[in-house]
């Protein structure tokens, strides 16, 4: 049975958690390096790499988007928000230092590039219904997915009981509003477990 459209699928192959969205969105890849473990995990979950049209990063950090230049080589397209643009090769310098690793940077020229405001009417295109925000506490360019069916994917987004345990949790507080305005039942972080509201 094919999974409705927006139906989320958790793959680990490495440290990093990656979501594919049913309806083709890839959510962030682990580390270069990955990729035949990423090829296991999918053939494990039944997903063919025809069924991923598009791949995204929540941010641009090595553990995030390390696979994504060499997917664009096979064929999947790179979704990048407009806010992202700047922070797209943030990672390469650290993979052009780590010997014995493969690494093809990710190409912004070939990308879908959208905003937050323009992401609801795109995803609606792939049958996903939600959208992406902007949610920079982590890192400028980091961004969550707000799914309408109450799947929010917040990639590093500090977990809210961390809240009083920052001086200064302006950013983050405004983060966490920002996720909780709509009806989310279940936060799926990039490195820890979810968590069900």
């Known amino acids: 049975m094919t999974p409705s459209a927006g139906a989320v699928t958790r793959l680990r192959y490495g440290n ?38 598009f791949a995204m990063a929540t941010h641009y950090h090595p553990d995030h988007c390390g696979l994504l230049g060499e997917l664009q080589g096979l064929g999947v397209r790179l979704l990048v ?57 982590h890192s400028a360019d980091s961004v969550s997915l707000l799914l309408d069916g109450g799947d929010c994917l917040v990639g590093d987004l500090e977990p809210q009981q961390y809240l009083a345990a920052y001086e200064e949790n302006g950013p983050l507080a405004r983060d966490w509003a920002r996720v909780m305005r709509g009806t989310p039942r279940r936060i799926l972080f990039a490195h820890a477990n979810e968590k069900r509201l």
């Open 16 to 53: 990093t958690n990656t979501f594919y969205l049913a309806g083709g969105l890839l959510v962030d890849t682990d580390m270069a390096g990955t990729l035949p473990a990423f090829f296991r995990a999918i053939k494990s979950a039944g997903i063919a790499l025809t069924d991923i049209p």
């Open 81 to 137: 928000l407009d806010v992202q643009l700047p922070y797209v090769h943030f990672a390469d310098a650290l993979f052009a230092r780590s010997r014995g690793v493969r690494y093809t940077p990710p190409d912004e020229r070939r990308a879908a590039v959208i905003s937050a405001a323009e992401s609801r009417a795109f995803l609606l295109q792939l049958g996903i219904r939600g959208e992406i925000a902007e949610t920079p506490s």
